[in-house]
């Protein structure tokens, strides 16, 4: 079938798509990749991927674009759904004959709801679902693709049995033709990343146990699954000779050291290509291996740090304490790598004390860049069980994780510290960690350095401001 994979139109500024972890509205407008669309569709001939959202395209004109195919499939996500199964249901009204699925991290957790949510959804994928839409896609009955939840005939919904994890993860072909072929790479914009950047998976699956993290805990699962060293070199190669635009490689792994041989087998493969690169890392990265991958190429890790408090570290399950990371920050700001550092308050244990800890060791351990999350209860989590259990937030309950403009509320509180607190400490949090003279110093030099990154960080600097404004209002 003719197919098309569908990010939907959504919040001007919403990132929410299928590479992203944050979804909301962010401080600065930025855009992650649909990875997670793309890697399907390298596996369906003739298929392509609409970003609406980065693309800049409305309700109609992406309803347009649809109709030329026969098979839809969405990436859908918890704030997302209610617009997305809107949006479902006016591909239905255009075409009846239309197929419409969709994928993602909700419909994997919640199948059997969200396919009565709406007639016009007709099926959705659980699991690793990469292989279910190419079977999907090539016409095989419905009743004998594995891990596939679907409408019948008679209204009936029916679960098939689930769809094993993909254990040769080199059987997946690159995404980044399709990106070239399909995706505009000069809408795809994060303030810390150089621009413009190219994100990639080399591995999925995460060891660590952090009970937030919606992906390990849904779709990915605990054991990291890797490429081979080749096949990502490969990759990487072909990105360097097919897209000369492109000045940085993320690696948008859930912790891509946490195989730390690999890392640094990687970043030998890169240093010989020349590449510049950045990674999700965890606070714990010894010093070794931090001068290997600094020494070919690196130039940024992505550490989510979360807390400052070492209780609410142990009752996430982090696994790192603020003594490791201390020691991490030190040898990043020893080496020169730079840190975007990643906060989330309202966590179990969080008291205003200890928001005033996070925000006095983020300021200490000064990261060249931070975000601040509130605490999100996605379903499928240990974080919305340990919440509804709790009497944190109620069960069934619709949780909104974001306003209608797209800004993050805090959906968990608790007798001793509000939703409203919780929410008003995020604009505190932000403004005593960049509004010191040292932070600002830091980012005057830098703009300093050249006219591109003067503008940049000008526009950065007006979307912030204006980002305070919206969460204050």
């Known amino acids: 079938m003719k197919t098309l994979f569908l990010q939907a139109p959504s919040y001007d500024g919403f990132d929410g798509g299928a590479g992203s972890r944050y979804q909301a509205k962010r401080e600065i407008r930025s855009f992650w990749y649909p990875t997670w669309l793309a890697q399907p569709a390298a596996l369906v001939p003739d298929s392509r991927v609409l970003d609406a959202p980065a693309d800049g395209i409305g309700v109609e004109e992406t309803l347009k674009i649809a109709m030329d195919y026969e098979l839809v499939i969405i990436h859908t996500s918890t704030p997302s759904f209610p617009t997305d199964a809107l949006f479902a249901e006016d591909l239905k009204k255009r075409k009846p004959s239309l197929l ?281 989590t240990t974080l919305y069980k340990q919440a509804v259990e709790n009497g944190w937030m109620e069960e069934n309950k619709t949780i909104n994780l974001v306003s209608k403009e797209g800004v993050q509320l805090a959906a968990i509180g608790y007798p001793h510290l509000s939703r409203d607190e919780i929410y008003h400490h995020l604009e505190q949090f932000y403004r005593q960690f960049y509004f010191r003279p040292s932070k600002i110093w830091e980012i005057v030099r830098e703009m300093l350095t050249s006219w591109d990154m003067m503008k940049r960080r000008l526009r950065e600097g007006v979307e912030f401001f204006r980002f305070l404004r919206a969460h204050e209002a």
């Open 100 to 380: 419409v699925g969709m994928v993602g991290a909700k419909v994997m957790v919640d199948p059997h709801n969200s396919l009565t949510a709406t007639e016009a959804i007709d099926f959705v994928c659980r699991e690793e679902f990469d292989f279910t839409c190419k079977e999907i896609a090539e016409g095989k009955p419905f009743a004998e693709i594995k891990g596939l939840s679907w409408r019948a005939k008679d209204g009936s919904i029916e679960h098939n049995e689930a769809r094993p994890i993909l254990e040769n993860m080199d059987e997946l072909p690159f995404v980044a033709p399709v990106y070239k072929r399909d995706l505009k790479i000069d809408n795809y914009f994060i303030g810390y990343l150089n621009y413009p950047y190219v994100s990639i998976y080399t591995g999925r699956g995460c060891k660590s146990r952090c009970t937030f993290c919606l992906w390990p805990q849904t779709v990915s699962g605990h054991r990291y699954r890797t490429r081979s060293v080749e096949n990502v070199i490969a990759e990487a190669k072909w990105i360097r000779d097919n897209m000369p635009e492109v000045k940085e490689l993320m690696f948008d792994d859930d912790t891509f050291t946490d195989d730390l041989p690999r890392a640094e087998a990687i970043a030998l493969g890169l240093g010989k290509l020349g590449m510049t690169w950045s990674c999700n890392a965890k606070a714990n990265v010894p010093y070794k291996t931090l001068k290997v991958m600094k020494e070919n190429g690196l130039r940024l890790l992505l550490v989510g740090f979360e807390s400052g408090d070492d209780q609410i570290l142990v009752n996430i399950k982090k696994g790192v304490r603020t003594d490791f990371a201390r020691r991490f920050s030190a040898d990043c700001k020893k080496l020169g790598i730079k840190i975007h550092g990643t906060f989330i308050l309202g966590l179990p244990g969080e008291t205003p004390e200890t928001i005033k800890k996070t925000i006095e060791y983020a300021k200490e351990i000064n990261p060249h860049t931070i975000q601040v999350s509130l605490a999100a209860p996605y379903p499928g």
